[in-house]
């Protein structure tokens, strides 16, 4: 789990970890004498294409932000202006990994979603015009 750099940045005490996980309500992981595995009961997806129907209703394409922008940033505003997201990709250049201005995000509920697209107070940050719209 240390491999994870935003979870390294937070601790890198596997005790500190473990307990973490304990509280978690997810149930993405479970931990055990054996240690941290992701739990059976979740199952993976036999298609891509699966997975994307059932998020379809949920994923917004959102640009706009500025360069030097990071993903705690982000976060907060896309959670502050629709609900709870699920997975937040920033997107990157290939050749150079920097930042392109635009994310895809999954919220949590279809509602979430819809609210980011149709609140006025989420077409702008940091005075930028940001597009927004289903991916």
Same mark, same amino acid.
């Given at each position: 789990? =240390? ?9 890198? $005490? =596997? ?5 973490? %996980? %304990? ?12 240690? =941290?595995?992701?739990? *059976?009961?979740?199952?993976?997806? $036999? ?20 360069? $030097?922008?990071? %993903?705690? $940033?982000? =976060? ?17 250049? *290939? ?20 609210? %980011? ?19």
């Amino acid at each position: 789990m =240390i491999k994870f750099n935003r979870l390294k940045a937070l601790s890198e $005490d =596997i005790e500190v970890i473990r307990n973490a %996980l %304990l509280k978690s309500t997810s149930g993405l992981l479970e931990v055990g004498e054996n240690g =941290i595995r992701r739990c *059976p009961e979740q199952v993976v997806p $036999d298609s891509v294409d699966e997975v994307f129907e059932k998020f379809k209703d949920r994923s917004i394409y959102v640009k706009g932000f500025g360069l $030097d922008s990071n %993903l705690d $940033d982000i =976060i907060d505003w896309l959670e502050t202006h629709g609900g709870k997201t699920l997975n937040v990709h920033m997107r990157r250049y *290939p050749d150079s990994k920097n930042f392109k201005g635009s994310v895809f995000v999954i919220f949590e509920k279809k509602d979430d979603a819809e609210r %980011l697209l149709t609140s006025n107070d989420a077409a702008s940050y940091k005075g930028n015009d940001m597009i927004r719209k289903y991916r």
